[in-house]
């Protein structure tokens, strides 16, 4: 069974510059998350999605950070502009309700640097 | 609002040391409380995971021990081996269902030295 995959691992850009990073979670995962890791520091819960509605996005910067999961499979998150501040690795992260503990799958994450 | 502290910050030991991690958190209504792995540059590696109504559980030389009363749990390694280096992060569940996002501490960095 193939993992969360992300693209890309790896992104630099400029502050005020927009950027977008994308997830596929395991085929058949309802559930979707995105988390911001900041170095040094334990993941944060960006935005979790049930199919394509969110469930919580309480600690998602609204006035700069936007996602989306069409169709309920991929999902995008986006930050225009980028601050200084976001320079973190975003995780996207699936589960699935069928198995009893609820376990989340991690992907491998996008490394981003704002400059 | 669920706050997770992991001790110690860092750890360095010599090989074939057994080790304990620990990690405590201020809501105990928790659904389940999990640890991972996570070395330099990659993603999460689940290590175990325990249900609130469970005590612990066991993965070959790891085991984890959960006391959701008093809000501590702890990662038991028995002889580390250099393998083992890398960070540890604990995560605990607030529901089972809806809103379930995880709160994790900020990691223990584990060095083990041949």
């Known amino acids: 069974e193939a993992g969360v995959a992300q693209s890309p691992r790896y992104k630099i850009i400029e502050k005020r510059q927009s950027v977008a990073f994308w997830c596929n979670p395991i085929?058949?995962?309802?559930?979707l998350y995105w988390y911001q890791q900041i170095l040094g520091q334990g993941p944060k819960l960006l935005i979790q999605?049930?199919?394509?509605?969110?469930?919580?996005d309480s600690q998602l910067p609204k006035d700069r950070f936007s996602a989306e999961r069409l169709k309920g499979v991929d999902s995008t998150l986006k930050i225009q502009p980028a601050k200084l501040e976001d320079s973190a690795v975003y995780l996207c992260?699936?589960?699935?309700?069928?198995?009893?503990?609820?376990?989340?799958?991690f992907g491998p994450g996008t490394r981003l640097t704002v400059l | 609002k669920q706050e997770v502290t992991q001790i110690p910050a860092a750890l360095s030991v010599p090989e074939g040391e057994n080790l304990v991690l620990n990690c405590s958190f201020t809501?105990?209504?928790?659904?389940?409380l999990q640890w991972f792995r996570q070395d330099p540059g990659k993603g999460l590696t689940s290590l175990l995971l325990?249900?609130?109504?469970?005590r612990e559980q066991t993965s070959g030389r790891l085991n984890a021990s959960l006391d959701k009363s008093s809000g501590r749990s702890t990662l038991y390694i028995a002889a580390s081996q250099p393998g083992d280096s890398a960070t540890y992060l604990c995560?605990?569940?607030?529901?089972?269902?809806?809103?379930?996002?995880?709160?994790f501490g900020k990691g223990t960095h584990l060095i083990i030295q041949p």
């Open positions: 992260a699936s589960s699935i309700e069928r198995l009893a503990n609820h376990e989340q799958f």
């Open positions: 085929s058949g995962h309802a559930t």
């Open positions: 999605f049930q199919n394509n509605g969110v469930v919580d």
């Open positions: 809501d105990s209504a928790i659904y389940n």
């Open positions: 325990i249900q609130s109504s469970q």
């Open positions: 995560a605990v569940r607030r529901g089972g269902g809806g809103a379930d996002g995880l709160t």
